[in-house]
């Protein structure tokens, strides 16, 4: 399967519930603002987070968006000022 990039972006009211959505998305990728962050995986693993998010918001209040993108679209970016794209990071482990 073919990992996907995401950016989250949210707006919770609550200080708890953006705390605890802030931990998931920073569980699953990178903060490159306050309430933004981006996340790559596999599909099924986006959903499941997805699934995770929507089960600690108030729908009737937060807002929580997933901007899924393509590849040629990922690689098309442009940062600007202080903004970059964070470097996923590999670690290895002997077993």
Not at 1 to 23: C, G, I, K, Q
Not at 36 to 42: I, T
Not at 56 to 62: E, G, S
Not at 81 to 88: I, T
């Amino acid at each position: 399967m073919a990992t996907v990039t995401v950016v989250a972006a949210y707006d919770v009211t609550a200080d708890n519930r953006r705390a605890r959505l802030s931990a998931l998305l920073q569980a699953y990728g990178d903060r490159v603002q306050r309430s933004v962050f981006l996340a790559r995986g596999e599909a099924a693993e986006l959903d499941e987070l997805r699934r995770r998010a929507e089960a600690m918001l108030d729908l009737d209040q937060d807002s929580l968006y997933f901007f899924a993108q393509c590849a040629p679209c990922w690689d098309g970016r442009v940062c600007v000022g202080q903004a970059h794209s964070p470097e996923r990071v590999l670690y290895w482990a002997a077993l």
